[in-house]
């Protein structure tokens, strides 16, 4: 794919960027996401997730809050907390566990809700993930599927379950996360799935499969739990790689990519990094009518799930 290009960035002398940099531009970014979308609704919920060193300037769970980064946001995604970094339904490494809590605690602390997802389907391992994550304060869902294509069966209903009308973040006791709906026959059914549930957020994706999107009547119709309480659904959106599977991804760039587009996930195949920090990436997921967090806006969703904020660890 296209050589990086470091053009304007700040360097160390030898012609290196500054780590500094790509943990900037991608604070920025966020910043910039945010700011936009309040234009519209001043509620909007964003939710970063992973690469919680940027919290800090330092990266290091006791450094100087990066508090214009912080107060831009609104929640914490945290992937394999207690389950799931090495490999899944394993417990995580002791001191990786331990140093992830110490940046959500940042947040924490600063006003900033955790929502962690552990990958495990031991009943045991899901049960001690959601027990784990309540004693630390954190809003949890135990993923019985990396690939966020299910409803778990186990538990029967989700945890702390409740009829409360949810606003916000705050108020959440649980979370559905669901992105790959290929195992649901229809639209329609995949809906119907969601509706019957009482999860009091959901994340899911803006399209059902590849390139159909949900409706603002779709949005509203899962913002109703089951048992009549309100709730929140928020919209995934990567903006740390692009993947050809988009609508916005065109056909000339197999061959003649863009100079912001990267190399190819070797985990994902499909999915590119890109210099997140170029004004044209930037203009295809936000800006304009036709932008990826515009066409989120105008379906009605609560917010956005915003993933690969790790690029800068990539460029680094």
Not at 14 to 36: H, K, L, W
Not at 220 to 228: D, E, M, R, Y
């Amino acid at each position: 794919m296209a050589l990086l290009s470091l053009a304007g960035c700040a360097s160390d002398g030898d012609g290196v960027p500054e780590e500094s940099f790509y943990r900037d531009e991608m604070r920025s970014f966020v910043i910039g996401i945010a700011q936009y979308a309040r234009q519209s609704d001043s509620n909007f919920i964003v939710i970063p997730q992973n690469g919680h060193d940027l919290f800090t300037l330092s990266g290091d769970p006791d450094g100087d809050v990066a508090s214009s980064y912080i107060s831009a946001i609104s929640g914490a995604g945290q992937e394999d907390l207690f389950y799931g970094y090495d490999d899944d339904n394993q417990a995580t490494p002791a001191d990786e566990r331990t140093y992830l809590m110490g940046l959500l605690d940042v947040g924490e602390s600063n006003g900033v809700e955790a929502l962690v997802t552990d990958y495990c389907w031991t009943h045991t391992y899901m049960d001690n993930s959601y027990e784990q994550n309540e004693l630390q304060g954190y809003i949890s869902f135990a993923a019985d599927d990396r690939d966020l294509r299910t409803i778990p069966d186990y538990p029967a209903t989700p945890f702390n379950v409740n009829s409360n009308d949810i606003s916000s973040l705050a108020n959440a006791k649980n979370f559905l996360y669901l992105l790959d709906p290929s195992n649901f026959t229809s639209k329609a059914n995949f809906l119907a799935a969601l509706q019957a549930t009482n999860y009091d957020v959901i994340i899911m994706d803006y399209f059902f499969g590849d390139g159909d999107p949900l409706t603002s009547g779709d949005v509203a119709s899962l913002k109703t739990k089951q048992n009549g309480g309100d709730r929140l659904v928020i919209s995934y959106m990567s903006i740390g790689e692009a993947e050809d599977y988009r609508y916005y991804w065109q056909g000339s760039w197999d061959s003649d990519p863009p100079s912001w587009l990267a190399g190819e996930n070797p985990d994902w195949p499909g999915n590119y990094k890109v210099e997140y920090w170029d004004a044209d990436w930037q203009s295809i997921i936000y800006g304009s009518a036709g932008a990826y967090l515009d066409k989120i806006l105008a379906a009605g969703f609560d917010g956005v799930y915003l993933d690969i904020i790790e690029a800068f660890e990539y460029f680094e």
